[in-house]
């Protein structure tokens, strides 16, 4: 008997050293399996009862049971005690500090060369036209011939580009969409179509992608005035009301007669300056009255219809408006550069 009363003594006296050092919940649980689980040594007491006196069996019984009450008390208090401070933890540790200051959302900008754009087309959809867009890998019929440009015409070498194969290609300009507008539509015809084109050129002037706004009106009686009249309300409307225009003779297939165009330079009005290179001038596009032969490969009879068509860079026309130098900023993406132009348009 006192053997057995011993043995239980220094069971708990075990237990109790042992779940004073557990300080995880699954080291106290492992002390339970070992305890009191069914190969605890507990339980291999209990199993000895067999082997002891009859009379003794009850009062050992009582002290092996007591001591399984004891041990399973000392293991809920231990469970409850790691519990708690496990939850303090958790509140120390975690506590959110509602007064800090929050973190501000960045709002983007629209990239310059967009606000230009969307300011060219408000300029021309209030003058009456509509917008009308075209592919950007173009057939050689639309971006070449329909443009007056048969194989082997030289003015297709300051364009030769981006070829997908020998009768598709990345469109160097956006005029194929002047045909694809006259096939579908009969005059007064009045759209700007704006787009990327592409070409083989790149230095801080010219990138191998670019947009364009390309512009049409057909109808009856149209002339190079109305051209010039036009391209002067525009001009005022996206520099300044002061801006000027002039025309110098030029050269495509798709026009006649053809002609480049330049507005007064809106930094120094006309002075000369760097952004102008002294000239007070800046060349901003190219332009003319329709080829007859354009109109007539669209099916409209060029005794009837005459029209005018332009083409202008959505690029230079930004690093103009924007005093910017060097054209591959607009494509660096550089947030510093890009986060000073408006959020809306
Ligand atoms: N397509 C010409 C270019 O890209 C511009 C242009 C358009 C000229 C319309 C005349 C008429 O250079």
């Known amino acids: 008997m006192s053997v057995i009363s011993e043995k239980i003594q220094e069971i708990l006296a075990y237990a109790k050293s042992r779940l004073e050092e557990s300080n995880e919940a699954g080291d106290v649980n492992d002390m339970r399996v070992r305890l009191l689980g069914k190969s605890g040594e507990l339980t291999s007491l209990l199993r000895g009862l ?174 190079l005035c109305d051209l010039k009249g036009t391209l002067e309300c525009a001009a005022k409307e996206l520099f300044d009301s002061k801006t000027k225009i002039r025309f110098r003779p030029s050269y495509f297939p798709f026009t006649e007669p053809s002609v480049e165009v330049d507005v007064t330079c809106p930094v120094c009005h006309g002075k000369g300056c760097r952004i102008c290179k002294g000239t007070g001038w800046i060349e901003v596009l190219g332009a003319g009255v329709v080829n007859p032969a354009v109109l007539r490969d669209s099916g409209i009879d060029p005794d009837i219809y005459s029209g005018f068509a332009f083409g202008m860079g959505v690029e230079r026309i930004a690093m103009i408006k924007y005093g910017i130098p060097d054209m591959r900023i607009l494509f660096e993406n550089d947030a510093r550069f890009l986060s000073g132009f408006k959020e809306e348009i």
């Open 50 to 223: 067999k082997d002891i006196p009859p009379e003794e069996r009850p009062g050992v019984g009582k002290l092996v049971n007591e001591a399984r009450d004891s041990i399973a008390s000392m293991i809920e208090l231990r469970l409850a005690l790691l519990k708690r401070l496990e939850l303090e933890r958790k509140i120390r540790d975690e506590r959110i500090d509602v007064t800090l200051s929050g973190k501000g959302i960045k709002r983007g900008s629209y990239h310059p060369c967009t606000l230009v754009r969307e300011e060219i087309l408000r300029v021309f959809i209030s003058l009456g036209f509509s917008v009308e867009q075209g592919p950007e890998i173009e057939s050689d019929y639309y971006n070449f011939r329909r443009m007056n440009m048969p194989k082997d015409h030289p003015a297709r070498d300051m364009q030769d580009t981006f070829y997908i194969t020998p009768d598709v290609l990345l469109r160097t300009h956006t005029s194929p969409v002047q045909a694809r507008v006259m096939d579908k539509s009969k005059p007064p015809i009045r759209v700007v179509c704006p787009g990327k084109v592409y070409r083989p050129d790149d230095d801080a002037t010219h990138s191998p992608m670019f947009q364009q706004v390309e512009g049409l009106v057909v109808d009856k009686n149209i002339t």
